[in-house]
């Protein structure tokens, strides 16, 4: 099968067939309705992925509809055992889409408290699917705190006429965009008409309601260190653990 990505000769096979495997599944998106970008976090896209990391996720989507996009995320991709589960243990999360961040486009800033890890992961970001636009206005909503700019056009260089990358997330996949094809968009689009009206605000309050409640009793039982959860209607963010985190900063300042 000839993969997604154009990867530089000298790239690990390893990381190749993890990054195809990952745009394999990821090509369901289009499937999904509400949502208008993703993009690959964590061990994937900083470049220290191994044989047991999982796909983290950040997911954009429409205003109005996060739970019902999370919802739909969560069913499709558990459907094909896709989605890491909470119980997982270091094992069983490989390979596994960790859906532990959803927001709109008023909350595409990343919210304090940020540190070091996080404006290396922001920077490192990989766009896989999602219209340019929008991958570009979340781009625009981190720059002031990241300290940099980055620019859509930027991130597939043309590997075949030569250009040397730049970074990981230069070097990596053309967008799933160019995968999701007319039928998909099509049943997509459907799937949206029929849910952008009163029955879609009935649904997405219902599945907010199950969600809080699930959300809150979790946070009862779970052992947490230091956690960043967020859960309202413009954002949900799930990292009940930031000890690895706190880590990484303290060998970042030598400490």
Same mark, same amino acid.
């Given at each position: 099968?000839?993969?997604?990505?154009?990867?530089?000769?000298?790239? +690990?096979?390893?990381?190749?067939? =993890?990054?195809? !495997?990952?745009?394999?599944?990821?090509? *369901?998106?289009? #499937? /999904?309705?509400? $949502?208008?970008?993703?993009?690959?976090?964590?061990?994937?896209?900083?470049?220290?992925?191994?044989?047991?990391?999982?796909? +983290?996720?950040?997911?954009?989507? =429409?205003?109005? !509809?996060?739970?019902?996009?999370?919802? *739909?995320?969560? #069913? /499709?991709?558990? $459907?094909?055992?896709?989605?890491?589960?909470?119980?997982?243990?270091?094992?069983?999360?490989?390979?596994?889409?960790?859906?532990?961040?959803?927001?709109?486009?008023?909350?595409?800033?990343?919210?304090?408290?940020?540190?070091?890890?996080?404006?290396?992961?922001?920077?490192?970001?990989?766009?896989?699917?999602?219209?340019?636009?929008?991958?570009?206005?979340?781009?625009?909503?981190?720059?002031?705190?990241?300290?940099?700019?980055?620019?859509?056009?930027?991130?597939?260089?043309?590997?075949?006429?030569?250009?040397?990358?730049?970074?990981?997330?230069?070097?990596?996949?053309?967008?799933?965009?160019?995968?999701?094809?007319?039928?998909?968009?099509?049943?997509?689009?459907?799937?949206?008409?029929?849910?952008?009206?009163?029955?879609?605000?009935?649904?997405?309050?219902?599945?907010?309601?199950?969600?809080?409640?699930?959300?809150?009793?979790?946070?009862?039982?779970?052992?947490?260190?230091?956690?960043?959860?967020?859960?309202?209607?413009?954002?949900?963010?799930?990292?009940?653990?930031?000890?690895?985190?706190?880590?990484?900063?303290?060998?970042?300042?030598?400490?």
């Amino acid at each position: 099968m000839k993969d997604f990505i154009d990867f530089p000769p000298k790239a +690990d096979p390893f990381i190749a067939e =993890k990054w195809n !495997r990952l745009l394999r599944q990821a090509k *369901f998106f289009a #499937f /999904i309705p509400f $949502i208008e970008i993703v993009f690959v976090a964590g061990s994937m896209a900083m470049g220290s992925a191994d044989e047991n990391s999982d796909f +983290d996720l950040i997911v954009g989507v =429409k205003s109005g !509809r996060i739970f019902t996009a999370r919802f *739909f995320c969560w #069913f /499709i991709f558990g $459907i094909f055992g896709w989605r890491r589960t909470a119980s997982a243990e270091a094992l069983a999360k490989a390979d596994k889409f960790c859906f532990s961040h959803f927001v709109t486009p008023g909350s595409y800033c990343l919210a304090e408290p940020r540190n070091e890890y996080w404006k290396k992961l922001y920077a490192s970001l990989v766009p896989i699917y999602g219209d340019k636009d929008m991958i570009q206005k979340f781009y625009d909503a981190n720059a002031d705190w990241i300290g940099s700019a980055r620019h859509r056009e930027d991130e597939i260089p043309s590997l075949r006429s030569g250009q040397a990358p730049q970074s990981l997330s230069q070097r990596l996949p053309r967008s799933v965009q160019s995968l999701a094809m007319t039928e998909r968009r099509q049943v997509k689009s459907v799937v949206e008409k029929m849910l952008s009206g009163k029955l879609g605000v009935v649904l997405e309050k219902y599945l907010k309601k199950i969600q809080i409640k699930k959300i809150e009793k979790s946070l009862k039982t779970v052992k947490q260190y230091k956690p960043r959860i967020i859960f309202n209607d413009s954002e949900l963010e799930f990292h009940p653990d930031t000890k690895r985190i706190e880590e990484y900063c303290s060998q970042k300042n030598g400490f």
